[in-house]
């Protein structure tokens, strides 16, 4: 019998955006990229899916940050991880036309960013955000 490497990632997609298809297949696997290349085993992920106007308030309730934003990161636990990755839609939308790319491919951008958060990584920095992004890179191929 082998053992599936996957049995303690627990990965829920949430879609409170309630309009359009989403991608929840490509999403939960660029999760397991992340986690699996970051070398977590064991995982409990919320990836929630909404709108700016709900992004917006949280990001001003809990960063005070007057302005949406396109993914928030709440760590809940770390070992084992637990976190919930809120993802604006709205922003994901206009992200995907300004670079060119499918909203699917935006959701699965925002979503390793969230998950590399999550995993300890910041992007605060031009180097850590640089670092970021060649990660995300990486793990939407």
């Known amino acids: 019998m082998t053992s599936n490497t996957n049995e303690h990632i627990h990965i829920d997609i949430v879609n409170e955006y309630g309009k359009g298809r989403i991608p ?9 990229k992340v986690l699996n290349g970051e070398g977590v085993l064991e995982a409990q992920i919320a990836v929630i899916l909404v709108d700016n106007e709900r ?3 949280m990001n001003r309730q809990f960063l ?9 990161t709440f760590p809940i ?4 991880l637990e976190c919930e990755i809120y993802i604006s839609v709205d922003t994901a939308l206009e992200q ?3 670079y060119g790319v499918t909203v699917t491919n ?5 979503t390793a960013h969230g998950t590399l958060h ?4 910041d992007d605060a920095t031009e180097e850590q955000r640089n670092t970021m992004s060649l990660l995300e890179s990486r793990y939407i191929q």
Do not use: F, N, W
Not at 24 to 32: A, C, F, G, M, P
Not at 118 to 121: I, K, P, S
């Open 24 to 32: 929840k297949t490509k999403l939960q696997s660029t999760i397991r």
């Open 55 to 57: 992004i917006h308030e």
């Open 64 to 72: 005070q940050h007057d302005y949406p934003t396109d993914v928030i």
């Open 77 to 80: 636990e770390t070992d084992p």
């Open 96 to 98: 995907a036309k300004e």
């Open 106 to 110: 935006e959701l699965m951008r925002l």
């Open 118 to 121: 999550a995993v300890g990584y």
